[in-house]
């Protein structure tokens, strides 16, 4: 997993996103510290027999500086290439310009949709994903699919928040399940004072994430993960 630094998210309104924390307004700093740390990865990769790559930035692949994407395709090159997107930023024609420029064995583009439940997810967590933006997704992986692109979507499922309820989270994973690739459960964290509060996680939801979902990620795993073939 490759962390880059990034422009604050262009939505920012979301109730429980630490990640302002660590993003920057400062254009010489962003590129200098990305610069650093893909020289870095590069190093790692050239080490190892890396088939996977992931990079994060804290908001969307999109709003990374050029500098930075320019000089992302030698890690991206031959390897299953994942990034996380908000929806507006996914489309057919960005999802074609990144397979061109990155050359990927495949992309994965992970979306946060968090929840099933639209009340909770716009009225709540203020995801500003509505409904139509899940089944524009969907629509989309089946384009693609049929034009036989290597692209595959995962889906983040929140849980051990207040105001998320376990049955809103079991709904969801099925649900998400069905329409994309895979989901990722993710263990909610609180940074700042005025995010939501956690809540305990029941171990019949806990078995039930380790048992349905794709992966869980209770917050333990390290900042640098590479995956060398089995």
Request: with cysteine.
């Amino acid at each position: 997993m490759v962390i880059l630094k990034s422009y604050p998210c262009s939505w920012g309104r979301c109730i429980f996103c630490p990640f302002s924390l660590e993003q920057s307004t400062d254009i010489k700093d962003i590129i200098e510290t990305n610069r650093r740390v893909i020289d870095d990865a590069l190093r790692e990769v050239r080490r190892e027999d890396v088939e996977r790559v992931a990079v994060f930035n804290g908001s969307s692949f999109h709003e990374l500086p050029l500098d930075t994407v320019l000089r992302l395709p030698p890690l991206a090159e031959g390897r299953v290439f994942e990034v996380e997107e908000r929806s507006e930023y996914v489309s057919k024609e960005s999802l074609k310009y990144l397979l061109r420029l990155m050359k990927p064995k495949e992309l994965v583009v992970r979306v946060g949709f968090e929840v099933w439940d639209e009340g909770i997810r716009e009225g709540y967590l203020r995801k500003g994903m509505p409904n139509s933006e899940v089944v524009r997704l969907a629509k989309l992986r089946k384009e693609v699919r049929g034009e036989g692109l290597p692209v595959k979507f995962i889906i983040y499922v929140l849980f051990g928040m207040e105001g998320l309820p376990e049955s809103k989270v079991v709904e969801s994973v099925t649900k998400f399940k069905e329409l994309f690739d895979g989901v990722i459960a993710i263990k909610y964290r609180k940074y700042l004072p005025n995010h939501p509060n956690e809540a305990p996680v029941s171990k019949e939801l806990a078995q039930y994430l380790e048992r349905s979902a794709d992966l869980v990620d209770w917050g333990e795993e390290e900042e640098w993960v590479f995956e060398k073939p089995s």
